[in-house]
C-alpha cells in the first residue's frame, strides 16, 4: 500500500466524495479511483459500498481507515521530526461568524499550548467557502457544521438549533410571521423554510445573512425571529413550546487536508478536537 493512497482515502473520508478528495490531494478523479481500486486490489476487500447516489465505506473500509490514519501519523511525524521546527508553525484557520463567540476562543487556546510560537490567521467565512478554500490549499484547518449523512472531521461540539426571538412573545401573533436566518448553505435555513412551509404557517423573510452579529441585531429590535444554533443565541431568547417546526440538532467539527496532514499529526488533531 502506497502512503499517497492511503492519504487520498483519508481525503475521501473527511470530504465524503472523490471529487473533493481529488482536489486535496492535486490528483484527478480517475487517478483518485484508480488509487482506491489499488487499494482494494493490495487488500483483496472491498472498501466501498453504495448507499442511494453516495460512495460510503464498507466496514472493511472502515478497519482500513483507523490502520491509515496510525500510519500517515506516524509518516508524518517522522518527517516533521527531520523537517519541521514544531515551535514555527504557520496555520490558516476558517471559522463561520457564528462559531467564533462559542467555539474559536476554546480551539485557539488549544492551538497555542500545543504550539507556543503558532503563526495563526484567522478568516471568519461561511462552511462552504471554508470547505472550499481547503480544497484549494487556501486553508490548513476549517471549523464548520458536518454535512448531513457524513463522516467529516473531528467532533468539536454538538448543539441543537433553535428559534429565538428578543423576548417579546407578541412577534410570534404577527402574519406573515417575520424571519431572518442563515444563507441558503445553512442547516437551519432549510430546516426553518421548509418546516414553515409544511405546516401552512405564511411567513415573510425579512434577510439572509452570513453574520450572527447581523442577525441578533435584528432579532434584538424586534424585527424578525430567527432560526439558529443555541451555541450562537447570545441574549437573544430561545422560543421553547410554541408552534414552530424542530430544528436539526448538528455536529460542528474540525476538518483540514491533506497538506496539513503533513504539517500536524492526527493526535495533535485529536486534542484539538476535545478542546471544547
Same mark, same amino acid.
Given at each position: ?15 465524503? =466524495? ?65 523537517? $519541521? ?20 476562543? *476554546? ?24 470547505? &472550499? ?31 429565538? =426571538? ?14 431572518? $436566518?442563515? &444563507? ?14 409544511? &405546516?401552512?404557517? &405564511? ?5 439572509? *445573512? ?26 437573544? $431568547? ?21 497538506? $496539513?496532514?503533513?504539517?500536524? =499529526? ?8 476535545? =478542546?471544547?
Amino acid at each position: 500500500m502506497e502512503i499517497d493512497a492511503l492519504k487520498s482515502l483519508l481525503a475521501f473520508v473527511d470530504t465524503g =466524495s472523490i471529487t473533493r478528495a481529488a482536489k486535496q490531494v492535486n490528483r484527478t478523479q480517475s487517478a483518485v479511483s484508480m488509487q482506491m481500486k489499488k487499494l482494494e486490489q493490495d487488500i483483496g476487500k472491498v472498501l466501498f459500498e453504495k448507499n442511494g447516489r453516495n460512495l460510503i465505506l464498507s466496514k472493511d473500509g472502515h478497519q482500513l481507515v483507523g490502520y491509515a490514519k496510525q500510519l500517515i501519523a506516524h509518516y508524518d511525524s517522522t518527517l516533521n521530526a527531520v523537517k $519541521t521546527d514544531r515551535n514555527k508553525l504557520r496555520i490558516r484557520l476558517g471559522c463561520p461568524d457564528d462559531y467564533a463567540d462559542a467555539i474559536l476562543p *476554546s480551539v485557539v487556546k488549544k492551538m497555542h499550548q500545543l504550539w507556543p510560537s503558532l503563526d495563526l490567521q484567522i478568516r471568519c467565512l461561511p462552511s462552504n467557502i471554508i470547505r &472550499q478554500q481547503l480544497d484549494n490549499g487556501e486553508l490548513d484547518l476549517g471549523i464548520v457544521t458536518r454535512s448531513f449523512d457524513s463522516e467529516e472531521g473531528i467532533i468539536i461540539a454538538k448543539d441543537s438549533g433553535v428559534w429565538v =426571538s428578543n423576548g417579546d412573545c407578541k412577534i410570534l401573533e404577527q402574519m406573515p410571521l417575520p424571519l431572518v $436566518t442563515f &444563507q441558503q448553505d445553512c442547516r437551519f435555513h432549510h430546516a426553518a423554510i421548509e418546516g414553515l412551509h409544511k &405546516q401552512g404557517t &405564511q411567513f415573510k423573510l425579512i434577510a439572509m *445573512s452570513g453574520s450572527v452579529a447581523a442577525m441578533q441585531g435584528l432579532i434584538k429590535q424586534g424585527m424578525a425571529i430567527g432560526a439558529m444554533a443555541r451555541l450562537s443565541i447570545g441574549e437573544l $431568547t430561545e422560543l421553547k413550546n410554541t408552534h414552530l417546526p424542530a430544528l436539526p440538532d448538528i455536529s460542528i467539527v474540525i476538518i483540514s487536508n491533506v497538506h $496539513t496532514n503533513s504539517k500536524i =499529526s492526527q493526535t495533535e488533531l485529536l486534542q484539538l478536537g476535545n =478542546s471544547v
